[in-house]
């Protein structure tokens, strides 16, 4: 083989050959299963198999990257635009023409940090649904633990990210408004309940996406719903003001870990935010007060972090019950 | 070599020499249930009358086998008899219903046309990707890149997307990817059929080379003069059982007779 093994006269050649029945004869044998162990144990021994894999999955994911503008002239540039142009529709329609900047405070910001984070957990749920189809050729030719292929996904997810955050945070330099507080604590945390929770979905529905090819249009649409369900363009304030006395409601909003997720990212970024400021044309001054953050949000986002990996166990058994049937419905 | 030659301890004896048993299989059954509808509109409109739009039959039934170290296999049937399924089993890509396979080694399968090939990504780009996905760690594939590209004959184009290669091309490259990945199981599903005569050539004596070093290929082919001309044993598949397990001339024979019934 290669460098190692020169075809060489035939009593060589049969040494390999001993030295190689004699090695196998020592290997204990491996139950080749597709659908990997069932136990509870199952979950770490499939950890162990993708740690096992993770000079493939970087691979996969630069594989994603590179091919996704390969042929195009501006390249990377266009995964900016698209947050980009988002942030100017937002920031001149929903912000300056319906008003929804009045009480927000460095509006643009806000926005954009709330865009920031929605763009991973979209991106890591959207493209990790159709992940399993999408390399079904791979699939139907090759074992590997089939997880990496969600998770290639969500890492293409994560630099996407991470090159929006560069763009976040040198705008906030550049505006003066770089807060140096305990509160960027709040950052990372925001940043693993999203991570969590998207991997959790987009595991479990890149799976049931094999067998219903519906999930993934599904997602789209529930995607766009979702958006509003969180405050991303809307303020928390906002919300606070609207449910009045029924503030129940505020913990039913608070469920939904992304929500939370959010309010944790913009505490840690948003300066303004947990300040008093002073909005509008003079004359026509309207003082803002700090957000009122909810109260328990710490331990909040503590139970969201553990529920999401809860979940996250949950969703790879089932994807492990499902994937032994994988190469056949695709 | 047939299964009642195999001792308890998981060897066989062979000219002498034990050879170690690198695939087992038990009792091995696999069933395919064909659903006609896909979508959820036409799930909900065939609705109640679903079990009529399933039809089931056994792909594979109660198969039961041994293979030594260093042995070459030839899977033959009939179109559908359950040949690829029972490859793909063997290589933990299909789980069965019933029954398991236990292997030991490293196993690599030739992929049909480069299934791991992306056409957006340059040769080199592919030969890492296919690599990593057939096992080799990244410094092994540095070491093997040369060799790679010389048994492909394709340096010319390694820097060029996959997409403007032409297949043979393509199969050379997957080839010599896959002969690099050092398998002690070789599962190869109906590819060797590809490139140019010269090309060909060179494939045939690679796996003659494979052969020689003691690895173990398991071959699924329609080719009978190939099957007689590279397997030591033959199981012939009909109707997801297996109806013959012996020698390679008279499994050809057991062929012939199981298309007529």
Known sequence: MGSTEIPGNGHELASVAQQRAERLAELPFEVSVSAGPKSVGGFFASIREIAKHRELLDLLIRRELKSRYKDSTLGFLWSLIKPLVQLLIYYVFIGTVLGASRGVPDFAIFVFSGLTLWGLYAETISTGTASIISNGGLIKKVYLPREIFPLASTGSAIFNFLVQMVVLLLAIIVLGQFPVSWNLLYVPVAFVVVLIWGVTFAVVLSALNVFLRDIQYLVEVAMLLLFWASPIVYSWTLVVQSVKTHTWLLDVYLLNPISLAMLAFQRGLWQAGSQTRVLGDPGNLTVVPPVQWPANMDLLLVLATIAGLVALFFAQRIFSRLQGNFAQEI | ??????????????????????????????????????????????????QKHKDDFWALRDVNFEITAGTTLGLVGANGSGKSTLLKVLGGIIEPNDGFVERRGRLAA????????????????????????????????????????????????????????????????????AVHVDPDILLVDEVLAVGDE?????????????????????????????????????LVLSHGNVVFDGGATDGIAALRESFDR
């Open chain 2, 1 to 50: 070599m047939t299964v009642s030659d195999v001792t308890a301890s998981g060897t066989a004896n062979r000219g002498g020499a034990q050879l170690p048993v690198v695939v087992r299989a038990e009792n091995v059954s696999k069933r395919f249930v064909i659903r006609k509808e896909k979508s959820l509109k036409e799930r909900i409109v065939n609705f109640g009358r679903s």
């Open chain 2, 198 to 234: 010269p090309f060909q050539e060179k494939c045939m004596a690679k796996i003659k080379e494979f052969q020689q070093e003691g690895r173990t290929i398991i071959l699924v082919s329609h080719s009978a003069s190939q099957v007689e001309d590279l397997c030591d044993r033959v």
């Open chain 2, 110 to 177: 030739l992929l049909e046309l480069g299934a791991g090939f992306h056409p957006d990504l340059t040769g080199r780009e592919n030969v890492y990707l296919n690599s990593s996905i057939l096992g080799l760690s990244r410094k092994q594939t540095d070491e093997y890149f040369q060799s790679i590209v010389d048994f492909s004959e394709i340096e010319a184009f390694i820097d060029t997307q996959v997409k403007f290669y032409s297949s043979g091309m393509y199969v050379r490259l997957a080839f010599a990817i």
